[in-house]
């Protein structure tokens, strides 16, 4: 309530007084996804990931690290609230979606104009709170504490199969194509310099959910914000910049966003991406350095 209301609101909704203001917004717990993180793709976030986040802050957001204000006991308190309220948030929206076949307020007047009468209903909603309840919040509750539990598990976590390859010119050359090629296709998103300008920004893309083009062009998140692509001229990276950060980036992709994973990509491609992404900031024209000595000696 002190540090994190202002802004993530009481409930953890991410619509605290401050969150109007924010770009990006804060994070909504109540869908229980985290982007930054070290476990695969459709997987929680670890305590690890959590106390990281409120560590070190995130970069190019208004989420600042917490070190100055919080000691590490304070530190492991605010994670375990914030999982608590991510599990409260899962459980009461599987408890909706549950109920919503039949007593959504588009259901209950379908059901109305079928011939039902709205009391009918009313006591058939009472009979299933009163009766039938019990089952339905122990299968929609079934399986959240194990899927918290399995995410603090050690071989849970993202982890590279061979070490980084040596930073050299040819690894960056190798990765720009693969940044350019039409299998990994990061430049649709990122754009050919990687600028986040891809040819996807600026579509009208549909709701997941409604289907309808939402109003404004873009890529958006499961929260329904714009979530343009990463400018990686900036060299601004909100998981983290180690070498490893970029790794999971890729493989896992990030969670709620429109960026894949690339689970099934070789191990050394991606750390080929890896040193050409964070080369970018630093190269007027990164990774064509190698191109161009190799033409140099394939003419000699």
Same mark, same amino acid.
């Given at each position: 309530?002190?540090?994190?209301?202002?802004?993530?609101?009481?409930?953890?909704?991410?619509?605290?007084?401050?969150?109007?203001?924010?770009?990006?917004?804060?994070?909504?717990?109540?869908?229980?996804?985290?982007?930054?993180?070290?476990?695969?793709?459709?997987?929680?976030?670890?305590?690890?990931?959590?106390?990281?986040?409120?560590?070190?802050?995130?970069?190019?957001?208004?989420?600042?690290?917490?070190?100055?204000?919080?000691?590490?006991?304070?530190? +492991?308190? *605010?994670?375990?609230?914030?999982?608590?309220?991510?599990? @409260?948030? #899962?459980?009461?929206?599987? %408890?909706? $979606?549950? =109920?919503?076949?039949?007593?959504?307020? +588009?259901? *209950?007047?379908?059901?109305?104009?079928?011939?039902?009468? @709205?009391? #009918?209903?009313?006591?058939? %909603?009472? $009979?299933? =709170?009163?009766?039938?309840?019990?089952?339905?919040?122990?299968?929609?509750?079934?399986?959240?504490?194990?899927?918290?539990?399995?995410?603090?598990?050690?071989?849970?976590?993202?982890?590279?199969?061979?070490?980084?390859?040596?930073?050299?010119?040819?690894?960056?050359?190798?990765?720009?194509?693969?940044?350019?090629?039409?299998?990994?296709?990061?430049?649709?998103?990122?754009?050919?310099?990687?600028?986040?300008?891809?040819?996807?920004?600026?579509?009208?893309?549909?709701?997941?959910?409604?289907?309808?083009?939402?109003?404004?062009?873009?890529?958006?998140?499961?929260?329904?914000?714009?979530?343009?692509?990463?400018?990686?001229?900036?060299?601004?990276?909100?998981?983290?910049?180690?070498?490893?950060?970029?790794?999971?980036?890729?493989?896992?992709?990030?969670?709620?966003?429109?960026?894949?994973?690339?689970?099934?990509?070789?191990?050394?491609?991606?750390?080929?991406?890896?040193?050409?992404?964070?080369?970018?900031?630093?190269?007027?024209?990164?990774?064509?350095?190698?191109?161009?000595?190799?033409?140099?000696?394939?003419?000699?």
């Amino acid at each position: 309530q002190r540090h994190c209301s202002h802004c993530h609101g009481t409930s953890g909704d991410g619509a605290g007084p401050t969150a109007q203001y924010l770009v990006p917004r804060p994070r909504d717990y109540r869908h229980g996804v985290f982007k930054f993180k070290s476990t695969p793709n459709g997987t929680k976030a670890s305590r690890d990931d959590l106390e990281r986040v409120l560590r070190y802050g995130i970069p190019g957001t208004y989420m600042p690290s917490f070190v100055p204000m919080l000691d590490e006991d304070e530190l +492991d308190q *605010v994670v375990e609230y914030i999982r608590f309220l991510a599990m @409260r948030g #899962e459980f009461e929206r599987r %408890l909706a $979606g549950e =109920l919503s076949t039949d007593f959504s307020e +588009d259901a *209950v007047a379908n059901r109305v104009e079928g011939g039902e009468s @709205r009391k #009918e209903i009313v006591e058939e %909603l009472k $009979g299933v =709170l009163g009766e039938d309840i019990n089952d339905s919040l122990e299968f929609i509750s079934d399986s959240l504490p194990s899927d918290w539990e399995a995410a603090d598990e050690e071989d849970a976590i993202v982890t590279p199969s061979i070490p980084r390859v040596p930073d050299t010119i040819e690894s960056r050359r190798i990765g720009r194509e693969l940044f350019l090629s039409k299998a990994v296709a990061c430049a649709d998103c990122h754009g050919i310099g990687g600028r986040g300008d891809g040819p996807q920004s600026t579509i009208f893309e549909p709701n997941p959910i409604t289907g309808e083009k939402y109003p404004e062009p873009g890529l958006h998140d499961v929260w329904d914000n714009v979530n343009q692509p990463r400018d990686l001229t900036r060299g601004i990276y909100r998981g983290g910049r180690r070498p490893v950060d970029l790794f999971r980036r890729i493989n896992a992709g990030i969670e709620g966003s429109r960026m894949p994973p690339f689970k099934n990509l070789e191990h050394e491609k991606i750390w080929h991406i890896v040193n050409y992404v964070l080369s970018i900031p630093f190269e007027s024209e990164p990774g064509r350095a190698a191109a161009s000595e190799e033409a140099a000696t394939d003419s000699e």
